[in-house]
């Protein structure tokens, strides 16, 4: 949980950043694009998980 919050203060502080400096946020800035990153983790997390199966 902590490693959770810390990321989202960088996150908050990285928006900051940029959108005062007026550069394009470092992220997509859609829900498509959002939904493409949980896609990859959670394709890793399944990738992790087979490759444990097929491992015992």
Do not use: H, Q, R
Request: hydrophobic share 55%.
């Amino acid at each position: 949980m902590k490693i959770a919050i810390i990321s989202l203060f960088v996150g908050l502080v990285t928006g900051l950043i940029f959108s005062f400096a007026k550069l394009p946020l470092p992220a997509p800035p859609t829900l498509p694009g959002v939904t493409g990153i949980f896609g990859i983790y959670a394709g890793s997390i399944l990738a992790a998980k087979i490759m444990e199966m097929m491992s015992k």
